[in-house]
């Protein structure tokens, strides 16, 4: 599966280009660009020891022929101290294992010795100066101008620090050029500032180099960790999907836009019978029954066209053995942000097993239906007609007999239509036929139905109040089947010569029918499982009252697929309200 | 309506039992005329002798189906006029639609009661143009 993902990475989003290329150096780090900064700085002081001590030596010795020798000696004093405090500065920074975190801390102190190093050579310009000769003074003003431009590479990581040193310098050198009392030397005092400002002007461009230096350096590095970070998810990703389709239970073929197979996983070698090696790199038709070839090419241009995703599509593929299996397949396009088809992804359940087993399931079925109903009809029938009394009067022993006989074929039958009701409405088999029916007459329709089991029972049946004569859109067939299931439980468990009230209602636009019994109301436990198949509150009353333990289960079903909904609530001063709504036929 | 009460009926069952609850049922309790065939092959060549007012055939039957007699009978010059109830355990409400739409005057499902089967086929009669 790595060519997948590789197909979808190697193309960038327009938008992510043009994010990456916008300023990469705003993804740096400020605090590793001022570590690098501080670590420049530290990095030119040897050198700048180095020069200074030379110059230092140079201009002591061309000085020191003047008369304040005690002068120039102090002079050098101060410059040296300088450059011993500078080489501590440097080496307390070298074994800081901590310098790249405390830069600011360096950066202060650097600070401090830049502006002292340049108030030293001040000093030596506003003490040497006036009291030395042409000569003297001409060297001088060449070493002051040198030693200020020296500081530009020094500090060019950092230009207020190069301002602050040459500002040192800049300033008594005018202030006594300035006050020397020659016209010539007042103008070059008026060209110092000049100098400072363009040099300091030159620092500040320098800065401003190193650091967009500094900033791609460390955009790129995070950039480069980032980049080795998403390879590795990508990687690592890649593996996972590779190990979903390789240990997954259904096969999975990987095909080029033309339906050659790219690759396919151990389920699929398994499912058709090759090897993966004479699978890969031939069309997919080569599990496609040759009859079916030309509507499998039309499939596939119009999916390829479409790039439309299916599934549930089933197909009855051929393997190597030459046998065939039923395959449930969900075929996927990918398609590349671009828009470009890469690659599609089948992926094919064998459901030969489940079809042959549904097939048995609706054998079974059917058999049921008429290997038990056949017998089932000359048993009733045959009782049916010793009790109605076609044959003449029969011992009362004989008759009570035959009786018990008759109810409890009559149950089995029962149970054997239940059964079948509820297998034909799960497999979704049971065809409504609808028809406008008005509510009273099926409440009174019902009513006289079931009168007779009312009867059994000792229990009437009444409506309650004036049934309301809106009409309802449902199965009549299958709604008397809810009412007489409602009405023969409620006259089951009530009590001898109690009246079972039946009540029609509207609320909100649904027809709610209502059946009151006075029975025993329903146990807490029962309540949540009321509903389900085969039960019943208490099981000795299925062998006292007879009954299914499936008829409220259908009821529900029947309900729902009318677009209705069932239940019960309790009734003030005992009992049990059975209820059903519909939606009001407008 | 016809305008003669149904007396004679054919009935074509291959289940010894169920005929003669049959029988009982439509003599006893309906006082009818009843001629009992097991053997569908034979079915058209007894109803053509028997004459009966009304035809009542099985649906499921070893040597030939219910609907399959009853295209045949379709086709007989003879039996092509005489109305056809058929009984049965099995049908569904689609097969029970295309036996009417071919022309069944009425369908009883299995298992039936005998008490009411005399009425249930004269209620099919009163129907019938």
């Known amino acids: 599966m790595n060519t997948l993902a590789n197909g979808i990475d190697s193309v960038e989003p327009a938008a992510r280009v043009a994010a990456l290329t916008a300023d990469i150096r705003e993804r740096a780090d400020p605090a590793q660009v001022r570590a690098d900064r501080v670590e420049q700085l530290y990095s030119q002081l040897p050198l700048g020891m180095g020069a200074t001590v030379v110059t230092g030596v140079i201009a002591a010795w061309e000085l020191r022929e003047g008369r304040l020798i005690e002068l120039v000696l102090f002079w050098g004093g101060l410059l040296a101290l300088v450059v011993l405090l500078h080489g501590m500065l440097y080496l307390g920074y070298r074994n800081d294992a901590r310098r790249h975190e405390n830069t600011g801390q360096w950066l202060r102190w650097l600070g401090i010795g ?179 070839h030309p509507d499998f090419d039309r499939e596939w241009a119009a999916m390829v066209k479409s790039r439309t995703p299916s599934a549930g599509v089933k197909v009855r593929n051929p393997r190597r053995d030459g046998l065939t299996v039923v395959c449930d397949w969900t075929v996927t396009p990918l398609v590349n942000p671009e828009g470009h088809l890469i690659a599609v992804i089948a992926q094919g359940r064998d459901i030969t097993a489940q079809l042959e087993a549904e097939r048995m399931k609706k054998e079974f079925t059917s058999t049921l239906s008429h290997e038990l109903r056949t017998p089932l009809t000359s048993i009733i029938g045959s009782l ?17 007999l035959t009786e018990v006989a008759e ?114 109301g329903i146990p807490e436990a029962f309540r949540s499982r009321i509903f389900g198949r085969f039960n019943q509150a208490d099981s000795t009353a299925t062998r006292q009252k007879g009954g299914t333990g499936l008829g409220l289960a259908i009821c529900k079903r029947l309900v729902e697929l009318m677009q209705g909904r069932i239940g019960f609530d309790d009734r003030d001063g005992g009992g049990t309200i059975f209820w059903f709504e519909l939606p009001r036929h407008a | 309506m016809p305008d003669r009460p ?95 739409t071919l022309g069944a005057a009425g369908t009883i499902s299995k298992p039936f009661s005998p008490k009411d089967l005399p009425d249930q086929l004269r209620a099919i009669w009163a129907k019938l143009p």
């Not at chain 1, 049916?384 to 009570?400: M, P, T, Y």
């Not at chain 2, 295209?71 to 009984?87: C, D, G, W, Y």
């Open chain 1, 407 to 520: 109810r409890n074929g009559q149950r089995l039958l029962d149970l054997i239509n239940d059964i079948l009701d509820i297998e034909k409405i799960e497999s979704g088999k049971l065809a409504l036929n609808r028809e406008v029916i008005r509510v009273d007459e099926l409440v009174r329709e019902s009513m006289l139905l079931n009168k007779g089991f009312g009867d059994r029972f000792h229990v009437r049946f009444e409506p309650r109040g004036e049934l309301l004569t809106y009409e309802v859109n449902a199965d009549r067939k299958r709604l008397l089947q809810v009412m007489t299931n409602l009405l023969s439980n409620a006259a089951k468990f009530s009590p001898e010569g109690e009246v079972v009230e039946i009540t029609t209602e509207e609320i909100n636009g649904q027809l709610r029918v209502g059946v009151h019994d006075k029975g025993p």
């Open chain 1, 114 to 292: 830049a502006f002292a190093a340049g108030a030293v050579w001040g000093f030596a310009a506003a003490v040497f100066f006036p009291s030395h000769a042409d000569e003297r003074q001409v060297f001088l003003a060449f070493l002051l101008a040198g030693v200020l431009s020296g500081g530009i590479p020094m500090y060019a990581a950092s230009w207020p620090m190069f301002a602050a040193y040459a500002a040192a310098i800049a300033l008594p050198f005018t202030y006594v050029l300035a006050t020397f009392g020659n016209r010539l030397f007042a103008e070059i005092a008026l060209l110092i500032p000049l100098f400072f400002g363009a040099s300091v002007a030159i620092a500040f461009r320098l800065n401003g180099v190193f650091l967009s230096g500094y900033r791609l350096r460390h955009a790129y590095q995070r950039q480069l960790v980032e980049l080795q970070e998403a390879r590795r998810q990508i990687e690592a990703s890649g593996r996972k999907l590779a190990l979903f389709a390789e240990r997954a239970p259904i096969a999975v073929l990987e095909l080029d836009t033309d339906g050659v197979v790219h690759e396919v996983n151990h389920a699929a070698e398994l499912l058709f019978g090759y090897a993966a090696g004479e699978l890969v790199g031939k069309s997919a038709k080569q599990i496609v029954l040759p009859k079916y």
């Open chain 1, 384 to 400: 049916q007609l010793i009790n109605a009394g076609v044959l003449g009067d029969v011992n009362k022993d004989v008759a009570e």
């Open chain 2, 6 to 100: 149904l007396q004679r009926i054919s009935y074509v069952e291959d289940d010894e039992d169920i005929q003669r609850i049959v029988r009982m049922s439509l003599e006893r309790v309906g006082k009818m005329t009843v001629d009992v065939v097991s053997d569908s092959t034979t079915a058209i060549a007894r109803i053509t002798s028997f004459k009966p007012d009304l035809v009542m055939l099985d649906w499921m039957m070893p040597a030939m189906d219910g609907p399959t007699l009853f295209r045949h009978m379709k086709q007989n010059q003879e039996t092509s006029a005489l109305p056809v109830v058929f009984i049965t355990a099995k049908a569904t409400h689609k097969d029970m639609e295309e036996l009417l």
